[in-house]
């Protein structure tokens, strides 16, 4: 276990992980399919009705099966690097000459 924490605590790749992780995002997207061609066959029957709780719950795991596996099956293990955030000092991207921000001058109507 301490293998597996310390490769995970300084990036190292894991080829059999990459290769897991980028195997469960085909499978989710061979759902995706799977789920798209059940809710077609299942919305152009006749007569047209009103979408079962069954059909809404394919939608919804047309959906996050094919965004999931998408980020996995191109990313992989990629998912689970850290990421160096820059630091801000002020929190905008704004660059202003002072430290304090401008103010807006009131403008008199006549």
Not at 22 to 45: D, I, N
Not at 55 to 70: K, R
């Amino acid at each position: 276990m301490k293998a597996i924490l310390h490769r995970l605590e300084t990036g190292q790749r894991w080829p059999a992980a990459d290769l897991c992780l980028r195997l469960a995002g085909a499978a989710l997207l061979s759902l995706c399919a799977l789920a798209v061609a059940g809710l077609f066959r299942s919305v152009h029957q006749i007569p047209r009705h009103e979408p079962s709780p069954v059909e809404l719950i394919a939608g919804l795991a047309v959906v996050q099966s094919w965004c999931l596996g998408t980020a996995l099956f191109a990313a992989g293990q990629g998912l689970f690097e850290p990421v160096i955030l820059p630091r801000t000092g002020t929190g905008t991207d704004f660059p202003f000459q002072s430290s304090t921000p401008p103010r807006l001058q009131e403008q008199s109507h006549d």
